[in-house]
Each structure stands twice: as C-alpha cells, then as structure tokens.
C-alpha cells in the first residue's frame, strides 16, 4: 500500500490524481461532504465495512479507497463491467488499507441470506446509486436499512433532482414507513444523507455548531446550509454558497 496522510486537504488532492480521467458523477460538494463525515466516523473510531450499489469506472469508490481503514471491505456491486472498472480498481487498491471487492451481480440478487446475516447492521457507509427505477431503488433501500449500522451513514443518489422523481418519491416513502429506525439528515448536491435517529442528532449538533460548515471551508468551499421547517426531525439542505 502506497504510505497516506490523514490529512483531509491532502486526501482531496489524492482523490483528484486518482480519479484523473475516471468518469463518474460526483460534484465537488459532494466530495467534501463524504470526505468530512467519513472523517467524523473515523473520529468516533467507528469501523465498519462500506458498500456501493452502481459502480461504474469507479469514481466514487475511489473515495471509499481513500478512507478505508485495515481489516474494512469495501464491497462493490455493478450488474455490468464498464470496460476501464478493473484498471481503476487495481490503481486504487494501491492507495487503500482495506480491502476492495467487486461483485458483478443485479444488486438483488448480490443481497442474498449469507450477505444479510454476515453484515446486518455493520455497514458505515452505504451509497445507493445503482438502479434508478422504483421497485429496484426499493428494494436497495430495504437491504441498506438492515445493513446501516448504528453510526453508519446511508447515501441515495440523485435524491431531488428533477429528471428521477421517482427516487425522491420513494425515498420519501420509505422514509416515513421506517421512521422509527432512519432519519434524513441532510440533502444536498442530488444526494441524501440518512442515518439512525440517535446519530441524526449528533450530525444535527455538528451542524448547528458551526463544525460542519467550518470542515468543508478547510477543504476549499463555502457553503451556505437550511434548516427545514418540520413535523419530526429536522432536516439541512446545502449547497455552495454564491
Ligand atoms: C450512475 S452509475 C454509478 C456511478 C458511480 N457511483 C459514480 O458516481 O462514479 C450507475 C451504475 O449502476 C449500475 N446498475 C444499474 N442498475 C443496477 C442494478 N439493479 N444492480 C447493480 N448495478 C446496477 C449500472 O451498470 C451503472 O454502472
């Protein structure tokens, strides 16, 4: 393994030469915040195995590679090989700790029994980004609460944008029917960020703090946040600041 720094600016520059060339989707923003709250799990020192449905070339998950620590899988689910996905794969495992494995499979059949019960709740960060049609981000979503763990943090991709109604419905949805177990926390750049409800409370207290904010200054971008109004738990909207 190539030797890393821990430092979080430094950790941006890496993701930009490793993902230089790589396609993928994700925006600047987004890129801080997982570096950020990623961070904050390694602070609590919560390990735990991550997980991304939708892989494409990679780019995201080189994000993962990044952050993973020893003795974490990273476990990659794409029901296609994108031709450039190995190279890229066995590029980033040069700068991971843990331990990258893809599976080519329809994420409802990756989810099978040995999976569930091996890793029921112990997952720290999940990213859904696989099928945007609604029985199958459903059903994506019904394996990820299982797999959440207690300070894990669940991401849906493309949540409010406007050209996939269908994931902000369904995700809404699911949301109230599991309420009891999941909390939205955040939603900004297409994407939403939920977790447990007792952790919602400590994320909640990162950002009313003012840390949140002042973590994503330290990596190079202002950014102006929005508490909804709400009948239960309150929720932030982000997004760069003009
Ligand atoms: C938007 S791309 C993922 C982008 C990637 N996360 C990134 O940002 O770099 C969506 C991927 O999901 C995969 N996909 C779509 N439906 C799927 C399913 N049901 N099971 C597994 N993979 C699926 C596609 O093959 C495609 O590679």
Not at 229 to 237: A, I, K
């Amino acid at each position: 393994m190539t030797t890393l720094t821990t430092e979080a600016g430094t950790r941006i520059d890496r993701f930009r030469a490793l993902t230089k060339g790589v396609e993928g989707w994700i925006n600047p923003l987004s890129v801080r915040i997982w570096d950020v709250m990623l961070g904050w799990q390694a602070q609590e020192g919560s390990p735990g195995d991550m997980l991304e449905v939708g892989v494409w070339h990679g780019r995201t998950a080189a994000l993962l590679a990044l952050h993973a620590n020893a003795g974490e899988r990273i476990h990659l689910v794409d029901f296609n090989r994108h031709e450039p996905l190995d190279d890229n794969l066995d590029r980033f495992r040069d700068h991971c700790a843990g331990t990258i494995e893809l599976t080519i499979a329809d994420s409802f059949t990756f989810f099978n029994d040995a999976f569930m019960s091996e890793h029921r709740r112990r997952l720290r960060w999940i990213h859904i980004d696989g099928s945007h049609e609604a029985s199958g981000l459903h059903s994506d979503l019904l394996h990820a609460e299982s797999l959440l763990a207690k300070n894990g943090v669940l991401v849906v991709d493309d949540f409010m944008n406007p050209m996939f109604p269908q994931v902000s419905e369904v995700t809404f949805e699911f949301m109230h029917q599991r309420r009891h177990e999941l909390s939205l926390t955040l939603n900004g750049a297409n994407k939403a960020y939920i977790v447990r409800p007792l952790h919602h409370k400590t994320i909640l207290r990162r950002i009313e703090s003012g840390a949140f904010e002042r973590e994503i200054a330290a990596l190079g971008m202002e950014i102006e946040l929005r508490k909804g109004t709400h009948l239960d738990r309150p929720v932030y909207g982000v997004r760069p600041s003009k």
